[in-house]
């Protein structure tokens, strides 16, 4: 959002813009390379990959077995040897199979003997698919408390890209959430020229005075959504978009609620003991003094996402929810 | 007994909800458990029995109106002993508790704020939850106050026999300054006679004012004590090399501090000339702004209207400012007789955080001993 925009450019979707930044990371570098299910012949669930094994070979872009203990782990060894390996998690949710390889391995080799572990864990993730209770999950909360990782999750094409690209060029295991409702449904022009997104630094998406909003993902869109309603009520809200969960991007989170003294955390994750809990915990630690009502929570109920319709619907958080939110904190 | 019945929090995250219909007419009987209402929020749309057995006494929330959680809908004056707390089918439902009004319920922003502006909390009406004094109020309380300073009357009504003058921004700034200058230095002020009679005798015959001498002198004394030419800091005091002295100049409307750099090393024509022009272009407001800033000690010439004495506050973040009284002819007591000399007073504010009485008066009485003796000539 900040680079200039060449003009008569195609607009890119979300699932594009992370398609090119591994196209071009793979071209710029030659130990980048590709391991999922289904990445190759069949160009990945959400075709993110298509052509990838025609244009780089059967070395780069590797189909692998329902196996995800077994391919992060011979990611970590590949990393640990010098290439950079983007691992793709077929669902989000499948994450939980290679648990013990992410924060028992890849976090703590660098902290147990100084070897780098540069790799990236692609991780499609996310609600309002009606994918039901394995395909729409947020994990992110059980990595956020696992030392030695860093975790991004880009809200635009934009984001996406710049991101992505600052992920595979780190030295340090990341894992990127990418949002599945995200993929086709939104889209920008993205600058000509390489640009990356640096990791750790959060965006202010929308200025505002009297409350911020602070979240990540494709939440951003509903704060952003129910930020336009409050204005018709002179309710100036603040939309922080974290990008990166971790390391979180405290200046910006701090500088804003310093600002509008009033805090509501919105995450699609379960609400017990998530992000959200963490960033309402450092506020109340550093930012007391200037806090003028309650920190207010807004995600989702802690049971698994359900598959009906009508209850994934009241499941997800709704524009309608932070308007009454805000409502609440700017009547307090 | 009387029963409150509140807009009950019908699930989490719901702040408001809407009443749909009043089952019972005002006035109407009601048994506790019957429905009383409808009430619908955006999740869920249900009837809400009654709390109390009795008589519907008041609706104060109409039909179709949205409220916050917690808001008043009516009461129900008891016929029967009855709970005070609300039961909706047999869940307790928890109003929003309201934020007692008055002291020790402010937030942390509201006290910070108040403790920083120096605001009577008691004194701001809150427009918050339950009375509660937002930040917005204590805001808007500040702003009220330097209006209200401005407009209203001692006894606080408007009068039709008043005008208002706009605040200029060099008024603003000036106000700033002064305010913050007396919050900042403990400020004393500390005052000797000087005796003019050989500047006067030098002037004969010359176009020279006195405050050129003043600030030659002030140089001098400040060589000796350099300290006096310095400013406060959290490392230490920052005592300046440099000697750039400010010259008061009364504009009309309002004050400038032009800078004569190097003052020090200037003789007294060059001083005179530049104290002339700084003054000329001030009034003009031909000034650049560099030649208002830097200045490490100050001298305001209070004198030119006849005052004797002034408490100057000091030009942040200097330590020292110097004021000039009227110099006038008055009889002195000379040895064992008496004279008439041109008099004058000198008034020095001082930082007592910085210097002390001793050191001050010792500065002043330098400045005396310069302006007092007879060897203008030299340096001219």
């Known amino acids: ?332 | 007994m009387a029963t409150d019945i509140s807009m009950p929090q019908l699930g989490e995250s719901i702040a408001e909800g809407t009443v749909v219909k009043w089952l019972v007419p005002v006035g109407g009987m009601i048994e506790k458990d019957q429905s009383l209402l409808e009430v619908e929020t955006e999740k869920v749309a249900l009837e809400i029995p009654s709390p109390a057995t009795g008589v519907l006494t008041e609706i104060v929330v109409q039909a179709g109106e949205t409220v916050p959680v917690g808001t008043l809908l009516a009461r129900i004056a008891s016929t029967t002993p009855s709970e005070a707390i609300n039961r909706v089918g047999g869940v307790v439902v928890r109003p929003m508790e309201p934020i007692p009004e008055g002291e020790g319920h402010h937030s942390p922003a509201v006290r910070q704020l108040a403790k920083a502006q120096g605001v009577d909390l008691s004194q701001v009406k809150g427009t918050g939850a339950g009375g509660r004094v937002t930040k917005k109020d204590v805001q808007d309380f500040i702003a009220q106050r330097g209006v209200q300073a401005n407009v209203t009357t001692p006894d606080g009504g408007k009068s039709m026999g008043e005008e208002i003058l706009p605040l200029t921004q060099m008024r603003r700034i000036i106000a700033d300054r002064m305010v913050r200058s007396q919050q900042t230095s403990a400020h004393v002020t500390t005052y000797f006679e000087v005796d003019f009679s050989s500047i006067a005798k030098f002037r004969e015959g010359r176009s020279l004012t006195y405050l050129p001498f003043v600030v030659r002198a002030v140089t001098r004394a400040i060589r000796d004590l350099p300290v006096v030419n310095s400013a406060w800091g959290e490392q230490g005091i920052i005592v300046k090399k440099d000697i750039h002295i400010g010259i008061a100049t009364a504009l009309d409307d309002g004050l400038l501090v032009p800078v004569v750099r190097h003052a020090d090393r200037k003789g007294l024509v060059q001083l005179a000339k530049e104290v002339a022009d700084l003054a000329e272009r001030a009034r003009s407001k031909k000034l650049d702004p560099e030649e208002v800033q830097g200045g490490t000690f100050t001298i305001t010439n209070h004198g030119g209207f006849g005052s004797l004495f002034s408490t100057p506050i000091i030009y942040q973040p200097q330590i020292a400012i110097l004021g000039v009284g009227a110099i006038q002819k008055r009889t002195v007591v000379i040895n064992e007789g008496i004279a008439i000399r041109p008099m004058g007073y000198l008034s020095l504010s001082f930082d007592h955080r910085v210097i002390d009485g001793a050191t001050a008066d010792q500065f002043l009485g330098k400045v005396k001993g310069y302006l007092e003796q007879s060897h203008w000539e030299q340096i001219l």
């Open chain 1, 1 to 332: 959002m900040t680079t200039e925009i060449v003009q008569g450019q195609q607009e890119v979707t979300y699932l594009e813009a992370i398609s090119q930044a591994l196209d071009e990371e793979m071209t710029r570098d030659e130990r980048v390379f590709l391991m999922g299910e289904d990445i190759g012949a069949y160009g990945g669930a959400f075709k993110i990959t298509e052509g990838f094994l025609q244009k780089y070979g059967e070395w780069r872009v590797l189909d692998t077995p329902l196996a995800e203990s077994g391919f992060v782990g011979a990611a970590i060894g590949a990393a640990m040897m010098g290439l950079r390996p983007v691992v793709e998690m077929q669902f989000a949710d499948f994450i939980s199979c290679a648990f013990d390889q992410i924060t028992e391995v890849a976090a703590k080799n660098h902290y147990r003997w100084g070897a780098a572990v540069p790799m990236v864990i692609r991780a499609p993730f996310g609600g309002g698919v009606h994918g039901g209770p394995f395909h729409s999950e947020c994990p992110e909360g059980w990595f956020f408390h696992s030392p030695g990782l860093k975790i991004v999750a880009p809200s635009t094409p934009y984001d996406a890209k710049g991101l992505l690209k600052a992920a595979i060029r780190d030295p340090n295991p990341v894992l990127y959430f990418e949002h599945k409702f995200l993929y086709r449904r939104i889209k920008a022009v993205l600058p000509s020229e390489d640009y990356i997104v640096p990791i750790g630094k959060a965006e202010v998406k929308r200025a505002g005075n009297d409350i911020s909003v602070i979240t990540y993902g494709a939440m951003v869109h509903l704060a952003l959504e129910a930020a336009q309603l409050l204005a018709n009520e002179a309710i100036d809200v603040e939309v922080v978009d974290l990008r990166t969960l971790i390391p979180l991007d405290r200046e910006t989170i701090y500088g804003s609620v310093r600002k509008t003294s009033k805090a509501i955390l919105l995450h699609e994750d379960n609400k017990t003991g998530g992000i959200g809990a963490e960033i309402a915990a450092l506020l109340a630690e550093e930012c007391f003094d200037c806090l003028d009502g309650p920190i207010l929570r807004i995600a989702p109920p802690d049971t698994p996402v359900p598959f009906s319709t009508p209850l994934e619907e009241y499941f997800l958080p709704k524009a309608s929810d932070i308007v009454a939110a805000a409502r609440r904190l700017a009547r307090y």
